[in-house]
């Protein structure tokens, strides 16, 4: 069974940093491209940043270019995200999603963590 | 950049109806990369349709997508009680990466 957890949401300051942790189990990690979606309090889900299957390719979205930056340890099966400069509208659920193979489509996701960036 | 756009916003119908969700995206899509998702109230979005379509694993055949080019729908052909819930489509394509529309909720009248 397919299983992704994800930790490390909390409340940070404006221009704080958070570091949201994803562990996998159920699939060979290695072999999927994962991404971080987000999803603000009463909107939809948004997109913010994906990596390959060796880690070799990262993309971001534009509202978190030059400020996050996705890795993963394909020796523990986890998924990072490191998140520098927050900002008020980077308060959202983060979820972690696999990425279906072949599918421009996420097979499964997360329960989500929250990170609320307030002062 | 892509931008899906769904309707209605509100759907309200009643159990054993027919719903109709739209999805239009402001460019042509590539129909292998289009998917819907449902959402309920404290949950992640689960897959329901892939390659515009194709049905996820377990998802039950009342359920089905269609369309091509910037015009898409997904039906649900007799409504359960537990499919009242948001619903998103999603595209993947160069810059975003992917891109969610904003949401059509299926409420019970």
């Known amino acids: 069974e397919v299983q992704l957890l994800e930790s490390g949401g909390g409340l940070v300051q404006p221009g704080g940093s958070l570091r949201l942790s994803c562990a996998a189990s159920?699939?060979?990690?290695?072999?999927?491209?994962m991404s971080w979606v987000r999803q603000a309090p009463g909107k939809g889900p948004e997109w913010v940043s994906a990596i390959s299957g060796n880690g070799g390719g990262t993309y971001y979205a534009d509202s978190v270019k030059g400020r996050f930056t996705i890795s993963r340890d394909n020796s523990k099966n986890t998924l990072s995200l490191q998140m520098n400069s927050l900002r008020v509208e980077d308060t959202a659920v983060y979820y972690c999603a696999k990425k279906l193979s072949a599918s421009g489509t996420f097979d499964y996701w997360g329960q989500g963590t929250l990170a609320t960036v307030s002062s | 950049e892509i931008v899906l756009t769904q309707s209605p916003g509100t759907l309200s119908l009643s159990p054993g109806e027919r719903a109709t969700l739209s999805c239009r995206a402001s460019?042509?899509?590539?129909?292998?990369?289009l998917a819907w998702y449902q959402q309920k109230p404290g949950q992640a979005p689960r897959l329901l349709i892939f390659g515009a379509s194709s049905r996820a694993t377990g998802i039950p055949d009342r359920f089905s997508g269609s369309g091509s080019g910037t015009d898409f729908t997904l039906t649900i052909s007799r409504l359960e009680p537990e499919d009242f819930a948001v619903y998103y489509c999603?595209?993947?394509?160069?810059?975003?990466?992917?891109?969610f529309g904003q949401g059509t909720k299926l409420e019970i009248k």
């Open positions: 999603q595209q993947h394509g160069s810059s975003p990466l992917y891109t």
């Open positions: 159920g699939f060979t990690f290695s072999s999927y491209a």
């Open positions: 460019q042509s899509v590539n129909s292998n990369y």
